[in-house]
C-alpha cells in the first residue's frame, strides 16, 4: 500500500513538471520525515524545508540565560527539550552542571506538584505552541485552585499563526505546505483559516510515516488541480473547530503580546503572556523582547527556519556547527532542522 | 571544561573522552584493540581479561539488582569476546547507612548469578563511605576467562556479506530504569533483561563460528553497531522493521519521546556470522529468546557508517548516540 | 514540537479530573481537564501529560486489531 502511495506521488510530481519544495512547520514533522528516510525516496522530486515551528529552536538566547541564571536561587523546571540550547551566554545543562536544581518535566502538572510539595521557590519553564499551551493553562489553574504561592512561570508561549503567516508572504517558492497536526489539534480545522489565502495547497497531516504519504499524495493532487482549500488528513483527532474547551481555556489565562524568534526577530502578537488577573504568577522577567545576535557568529538558524536555506548550505554546518558544538538552536534541538539533517543525512 | 553526565552514557561523548584522557596514557597493545575485553599474553598463554563499575539507581528493579548486574555485565564482555569466564573480583563502595539486609540481598544475587555463569568470585574488597558521598551502592568487577577456541572474534574477521543477528528484543534494561524515574511519574515498571549470556554464547561458538559479537549496553543497539562499523572500516546495513522491540518498550518510547534503538540492555548481543552460518546461529538463539531476529548485513559500502533502512524503505544514517537521551515533548 | 502519543483510558478519577491511561502496557496518570464525556475504554491523544481530544472510534477500533497483532513479542 506504501509503494503504491509513493509511486502516486511521484507520479503526480512529474506530471506538475517541476521538484517541489514543501515545508513543514513543527519540530516533530522534521524528525518524522528524515526518520522515516524520505528525502532518501524523494530525492529527485521533493526539496523537505523546515520552517519556524521548533518552539525550542526559535527560544531566544536571553530567555535561555535567564532561566539559567534563575537556576542559582529557585528550583528550575523545564522539557528535556531545553536542557542543551545554548543561550547567548550559557545554557540549561551548564546550570544544571552548576547549580544542580534544573529538574526535566515531562508535563507542566508534575511541575506544579512536585514543586508544590517541596515548597521550594520554583520557577517553571513555559515554552511551547499552541499545542502546548493549553496544558501551561491547566497548570497555571491548578495554582489558582489551590492558592500555590511558591512556583511563578517564565513564559515563552507562542502562537503559530503569526509567525507562519509571515513565512509565507515571505516566501514565493514554497509548493506544499505540512499542518502541524497536533497544533490543529487544538485550533481545529477553522484555526488555518488563513491560509488559503497564499495561494499554497496544504494538508494537516499526522505523525506517522504513512500519515505523511497520505498527506504529501493530497499535497500533490491539490497542486495538480490548484485547489487551496485547507485539507484535514489527520481527522482521527483533528476537528473542524478544533479543542474549544482547550482554546476557552488559554483565551480565559493568557493574552497575545509580542514576542522574539530567534533568528527571525520580535512578531508582534506572536506569542502569549498571563493576563493582569494573574500577573502574580508570572516571573517579571517573562516575555522580555531580544535583539538577533547570531549574526556575530555566523549562525544562519534565522534563514534556515524560513526556508531560505537548507543545513547543508550553511557555512557552519557539520564543520564548526555540530550536535556536540551548536551555534544555534537548530543544530541542538533534537527537531532542529540542522541536527536532522546531520543525524540523519547520509542515506540522502 | 567539566565531566558531563554525557561522558558517561557510552556513546560519543564517552568515546571522545577515552580517546582524549585515558588512551593517550594508558596505552598499550591489549587497550589499543578497544574491545569488550581485552587479550592479555601470560607465559604463553592469552587470558582475558575486563573491569566495569555499576552504579545503577535504582539498585534493585524488575528483572534483578546492581548484584546480578555486576556479574552479568562483566562475564558478557569476556563471552562475546571469545573467553569462558572463570573468577571475577568484586570491589563494594557501600554508603554509611545502607541497611545490611539490602547488603546481603544484593550480594545473594551475585552468588547466584555467578554459580550460573560457572564464575567463582575469587578476590573482593569492601568501603564504607560517609553518608551523601555516593548513592547506597557503587560494585565494580573484573574477570578473567580463558579462549573458548582459537576463533577468537575480532573486527578483521569481518567482511562484507555476514549477517548480523541481535539475540533479543532491545531496550529492556534502559526502558526499566527510565521507568523508575520519579520525575516521569510512570505507574508501572518495566522488567529489565539482565541476564547472563555464557551458556548461549558457548552454544553458538561451537557451532556457528561467529566473526564478531558484541553486548549491547550503554547507548544501546546503535551504539554498538556504529562501534562494528568504526572498528571494523566497513559499513552496516540493518532494516527497521527487523529489529524487535517489545510493545512495552515501544510504549514508554512513545510516552517519553525516546528512541529504543539508543536504550541500553544488559542481556542482549549482536553475533555476526558467515551466511552459511545464519539459519543455525538464529535458531539456537531463539531457543532462549523468541524475539531474536537478523536485523541486517556487513557491508563494503558506506564504510565506518551504520545505514537503516526503514519501514517505507527510505535510508538514513543510525547514528551514534551523540548525548544524553532525554525526554522530550518536542 | 508536539510529541503526542495515543492511550488508552483505563480509569478515571473523577475530582481530580484526570484518569489513568495505558500505552501498548505502560500506564501512566494524565489530565482530561480538556475533555468532556470521557469514560474508560475512549482513546486520546495525550501530550504534555494532558488529554488534547478523543480519537475516532474507528481509529480505537483499528489500534485495538494491531496491538493484537503485536501482543505476541511481549510474552517473554
Do not use: W
Amino acid at each position: 500500500m506504501t509503494n503504491e502511495l509513493i509511486d502516486q506521488i511521484k507520479k503526480n510530481i512529474r506530471r506538475y513538471g517541476q521538484r517541489l519544495k514543501i515545508m513543514e512547520v513543527c519540530g516533530t514533522h522534521t524528525t518524522a520525515i528524515h526518520r522515516n528516510g524520505f528525502p532518501s525516496i524523494f530525492q529527485e522530486e521533493i526539496d523537505f524545508l523546515s520552517g519556524p515551528g521548533c518552539p525550542v529552536c526559535v527560544t531566544g538566547g536571553a530567555f535561555i540565560d535567564r532561566l539559567a541564571g534563575l537556576a542559582k536561587t529557585a528550583e528550575v523546571y523545564t522539557f528535556g527539550d531545553m536542557i542543551r540550547v545554548p543561550g547567548n551566554q550559557t545554557s540549561l545543562d551548564q546550570a544544571r552542571l552548576a547549580f544542580g536544581n534544573v529538574r526535566i518535566m515531562l508535563s507542566p502538572l508534575d511541575a506544579v506538584r512536585k514543586a508544590a510539595s517541596s515548597g521550594i521557590p520554583s520557577i517553571i519553564a513555559a515554552v511551547g505552541f499552541d499545542t502546548t499551551a493549553p496544558v501551561f493553562a491547566l497548570a497555571v489553574e491548578l495554582c489558582c485552585q489551590e492558592r500555590i504561592t511558591n512556583i511563578s512561570f517564565l513564559t515563552e508561549l507562542k502562537t503559530l499563526e503569526t509567525p507562519l503567516r509571515y513565512l509565507l508572504a515571505a516566501n514565493q517558492s514554497i509548493d506544499g505546505l505540512i499542518l502541524p497536526g497536533h497544533v490543529a489539534t487544538v485550533v481545529g480545522e477553522q484555526g488555518f483559516s488563513y491560509v488559503p489565502y497564499y495561494r499554497i495547497p496544504s494538508v494537516i497531516m499526522g505523525f506517522e510515516g504513512t500519515d505523511i504519504l497520505r498527506g504529501l499524495l493530497t499535497i500533490t493532487s491539490s497542486l495538480l488541480a490548484g485547489d487551496y482549500c485547507v485539507k484535514n488528513e489527520y481527522s482521527r483527532v483533528v476537528r473542524p473547530l478544533g479543542n474549544l474547551k482547550a482554546q476557552a481555556l488559554v483565551d480565559r489565562y493568557y493574552q497575545p503580546c509580542d514576542t522574539y524568534f530567534r533568528g527571525i526577530g520580535t512578531l508582534p502578537g506572536a506569542g502569549l503572556k498571563l493576563r493582569a488577573s494573574y500577573a502574580s504568577l508570572e516571573h517579571p522577567d517573562s516575555s522580555s523582547l531580544e535583539t538577533i545576535s547570531q549574526h556575530d557568529t555566523g549562525c544562519r538558524c534565522g534563514d534556515i527556519l524560513m526556508g531560505r536555506l537548507k543545513p547543508n548550505q550553511c557555512e557552519l554546518f557539520g564543520a564548526a556547527c555540530r550536535p556536540d558544538n551548536p551555534r544555534g538552536a537548530c543544530m541542538v534541538s533534537a527537531e532542529g532542522s540542522c541536527a536532522a539533517y546531520f543525524r540523519y543525512r547520509g542515506g540522502i | 571544561m567539566k565531566i558531563t553526565r554525557a561522558h558517561g552514557n557510552g556513546g560519543r561523548q564517552t568515546a571522545e573522552l577515552l580517546e582524549k584522557v585515558f588512551f593517550p596514557r594508558f596505552s598499550s597493545a591489549p587497550l589499543n584493540e578497544r574491545a569488550d575485553a581485552s587479550s592479555l599474553p601470560i607465559a604463553g598463554h592469552t587470558i582475558g581479561h575486563t573491569i566495569d563499575g555499576f552504579v545503577v539507581s535504582p539498585y534493585i528493579f524488575e528483572g534483578g539488582d546492581i548484584g546480578k548486574l555486576a556479574v552479568c555485565g562483566t562475564v558478557n564482555d569476556l563471552a562475546v569476546s571469545g573467553f569462558r569466564p572463570l573468577y571475577l573480583s568484586a570491589a563494594f563502595m557501600i554508603e554509611e547507612g545502607f541497611a545490611l539486609s539490602e547488603l546481603e540481598r544484593v550480594v545473594t544475587s551475585m552468588q547466584q548469578t555467578a554459580a550460573a555463569s560457572g564464575v567463582t568470585i575469587a578476590a573482593g574488597d569492601t568501603k564504607v563511605v560517609e553518608k551523601g558521598s555516593l548513592d547506597k551502592i557503587f560494585i565494580t568487577t573484573a574477570g578473567i576467562g580463558t579462549p573458548f577456541d582459537d576463533e577468537m572474534p575480532s573486527f578483521q574477521r569481518l567482511h562484507p556479506g555476514q549477517s548480523i543477528i541481535v539475540s533479543g528484543d532491545v531496550g529492556r534494561h534502559g526502558a526499566c530504569i527510565y521507568s523508575h524515574n520519579s520525575d516521569l511519574g510512570l505507574d508501572q515498571h518495566v522488567a529489565s533483561d539482565c541476564e547472563p549470556l555464557v551458556d548461549i554464547i558457548t552454544q553458538i561458538k561451537k557451532s556457528c563460528h561467529p566473526a564478531f559479537m558484541r553486548d549491547l549496553t550503554r547507548g544501546g543497539l546503535a551504539t554498538a553497531l556504529n562501534e562494528i562499523a568504526a572498528g571494523a572500516s566497513l559499513g552496516v546495513s540493518v532494516q527497521e522493521t527487523s529489529i524487535p522491540v517489545s510493545s512495552q518498550v515501544a510504549g514508554l518510547c512513545d510516552i517519553l519521546g525516546l528512541d529504543p534503538l539508543y536504550l541500553a540492555c544488559e542481556g542482549r548481543f549482536v553475533a555476526i556470522v558467515d551466511a552459511a552460518h545464519q539459519a543455525e546461529t538464529l535458531q539456537l538463539l531463539r531457543a532462549a529468546h523468541a524475539s531474536a531476529a537478523v536485523i541486517g548485513k556487513v557491508t563494503a559500502e558506506h564504510p565506518g557508517q551504520v545505514l537503516l533502512t526503514t519501514a517505507f524503505r527510505g535510508t538514513r544514517i543510525l547514528d551514534m548516540l551523540y548525548y544524553e537521551m532525554l525526554p522530550r515533548i518536542c | 514540537m508536539c510529541v503526542g502519543y495515543p492511550a488508552k483510558i483505563t480509569e478515571l478519577v473523577p475530582d481530580l479530573k484526570c484518569a489513568y491511561v495505558e500505552c501498548r502496557g505502560i500506564r501512566t496518570a494524565v489530565s482530561v481537564a480538556l475533555l468532556d464525556d470521557i469514560v474508560p475504554g475512549d482513546y486520546v491523544l495525550v501530550h504534555a501529560g494532558a488529554a488534547l481530544e478523543k480519537l475516532t472510534r474507528e481509529t480505537a477500533a483499528e489500534i485495538e486489531a494491531v496491538l493484537e497483532e503485536l501482543g505476541s513479542l511481549n510474552d517473554e
